[in-house]
Structure formats: structure tokens, C-alpha cells
Nanobody, 125 residues
């Protein structure tokens, strides 16, 4: 069993940056593929970025490519989402997720076995 706790959300202005963290505990989470997803107002939760266990393989949604960067520190069992040049439309609840079943990055929610509770990020114009 893996427990995931997100942090780092908050209220910022357009153009600002935020770094979200996802602390994992339990099991061998450092070997899992990790992902970040966002639930935007009025929409279903959607994929933002994912990283494999070593950090050498990443993938992003087109909407965030070039602005968001996912990384991980396995010594700290923590995954990060660096969000730059934030826009009001980036306002969402951000979730991290862990997959024990796939060995590379994945955009598919069905591949993820564990989810955090989410952290709210609000970008004002």
C-alpha cells in the first residue's frame, strides 16, 4: 500500500510559478511510475505529466508542455510538479498518482493504483 500526500498549492497571480510536491510512503514507491493530474472547474480529471521510476522518462499533456516539469527525488520519496507561467485556466485541484504496473510514463488514469487527496491551486488574472 502506498500513501500519497500533495502539498504546495495556493493562490498566485497569472505569470507566477508554483511547485507542487507529492510525498509517498509505504511499499516501494521509488520503483513506481508517478503521474500528476488536474481536475479543472467543470471538467473531468485529466492527465498533466508522468515520470518513470528512474526519472529518465517523462511525458506531458500538450496543454502544459514547456511550462510544467515533473521530477522526482527517490531518496526523499517525493515527486514534484514545477509549474511556470501560470494562467487562470490552470486553476484546478492537482492530484498525484502512483502506478506499480507500468514501467514507463503513462497518461492513462486506469494505469494508476494509488491517488492522493489533491491540492488546490488557484491562479488569479
Amino acid at each position: 500500500q502506498v500513501q500519497l500526500v500533495e502539498s504546495g498549492g495556493g493562490l498566485v497571480q497569472a505569470g507566477d510559478s508554483l511547485r507542487l510536491s507529492c510525498a509517498a510512503s509505504g511499499a516501494t514507491s521509488s520503483t513506481y511510475t508517478m503521474g500528476w493530474f488536474g481536475r479543472f472547474p467543470g471538467k473531468e480529471r485529466e492527465f498533466l505529466g508522468s515520470i518513470n521510476w528512474s526519472g529518465g522518462n517523462t511525458g506531458y499533456a500538450d496543454s502544459v508542455k514547456g511550462r510544467f516539469t515533473i521530477s522526482r527525488d527517490n531518496a526523499k520519496n517525493t515527486v514534484y510538479l514545477q509549474m511556470n507561467s501560470l494562467k487562470p485556466e490552470d486553476t484546478a485541484v492537482y492530484y498525484c498518482a502512483a502506478s506499480r504496473r507500468v514501467g514507463t510514463w503513462s497518461p492513462w488514469q486506469s494505469n494508476y493504483d494509488y491517488w492522493g487527496q489533491g491540492t488546490q491551486a488557484t491562479v488569479s488574472s
